[in-house]
């Protein structure tokens, strides 16, 4: 293509852009938040410069891309403006739970934003931190040791591996102990909602599987792309990319976590009549 087609295209995917962000979201509510930062090259940018994601979940269990931000290294600061904005385009009503990795920038931004959120940290994430944190010959069994906890059935027997975890690794190997100590409730949190939807939240997935296929383009145009462009290229590869997602398991039970029930080990806690 000519250059001058070329950049009729990257304005259309600006303009684009700029309408998605501005879009109205009065009513609408997600479930379930996925939340990251895609680090991607750029040509006229020495750094490498985050973009913070959202992928929320609605009430039929349908995801869709709800934020994307041009962030600096996932900071508190950019994550609160993200989730600001939103709020101000009409998401008032905060996710029942939040999915993300161990970036603090995000979880404090969070009080600010959606405080009745609660956190789920990624198992997959903390899994490669606290193995890392081991020497090889060990991870091996250190690693079902991890899985015991998030494969466990209810959140007794989870508690239960989770200390067998510290006390066998902490005299030792500290680092990797607290590694997981630090995070016990937020790595416990998925106890408290349907067991059909733990498989969805013991990871970010949604938003690594989705990057994985949108490196594989921008890649391909690196030293091509402004940071600007670059954000309204990612936006259109993502947007194309959600016609694949699947909906969520049990999405009958969303409505439910919507509105309050109490779950606990995965299943309905029966109320008594007032």
């Given at each position: ?101 161990g970036a603090l920038g995000f979880w404090k931004a969070l009080r600010h934003g959606y405080g009745q959120t609660r956190w789920q940290r990624c198992w997959v994430q903390k899994t490669a931190n606290g193995l890392d944190k081991l020497p090889k010959d060990l991870q091996p069994q250190a690693k079902q040791r991890l899985q015991a906890i998030w494969m466990a059935p209810d959140r007794q027997r989870a508690a239960l591996a989770f200390d067998l975890f510290i006390a066998t ?106």
């Amino acid at each position: 293509m000519s250059p001058a087609t070329l950049r009729r295209l990257k304005q259309g995917w600006q303009d684009e852009l700029a309408q998605w962000q501005q879009r109205d979201l009065t009513g609408k509510r997600s479930v379930y938040f996925w939340v990251d930062g895609v680090y991607l090259e750029t040509r006229l940018e020495e750094a490498r410069h985050g973009i913070l994601v959202i992928i929320g979940a609605d009430a039929k269990g349908q995801k869709e891309l709800v934020g994307l931000w041009d962030g600096y290294r996932e900071s508190e600061q950019s994550w609160k403006e993200l989730l600001l904005d939103l709020k101000s385009h009409g998401l008032a009503q905060a996710p029942a739970l939040a999915i993300g990795d161990g970036a603090l920038g995000f979880w404090k931004a969070l009080r600010h934003g959606y405080g009745q959120t609660r956190w789920q940290r990624c198992w997959v994430q903390k899994t490669a931190n606290g193995l890392d944190k081991l020497p090889k010959d060990l991870q091996p069994q250190a690693k079902q040791r991890l899985q015991a906890i998030w494969m466990a059935p209810d959140r007794q027997r989870a508690a239960l591996a989770f200390d067998l975890f510290i006390a066998t690794y902490e005299a030792k190997y500290p680092k990797a102990a607290e590694c997981l100590a630090q995070d016990r409730e937020e790595l416990l949190a998925l106890y408290d909602f349907p067991a059909e939807h733990w498989g969805h939240m013991r990871t970010t997935n949604p938003i690594e599987s989705t990057f994985a296929t949108v490196r594989l383009r921008t890649d391909k145009t690196r030293g091509c792309l402004s940071r600007v462009t670059m954000l309204a290229m990612v936006c259109k590869l993502s947007q194309s990319a959600a016609k694949r997602w699947h909906r969520l398991r049990a999405a009958h039970d969303l409505p439910e976590v919507m509105n309050g029930m109490i779950f606990k080990d995965g299943l309905r806690v029966q109320q008594d009549a007032a």
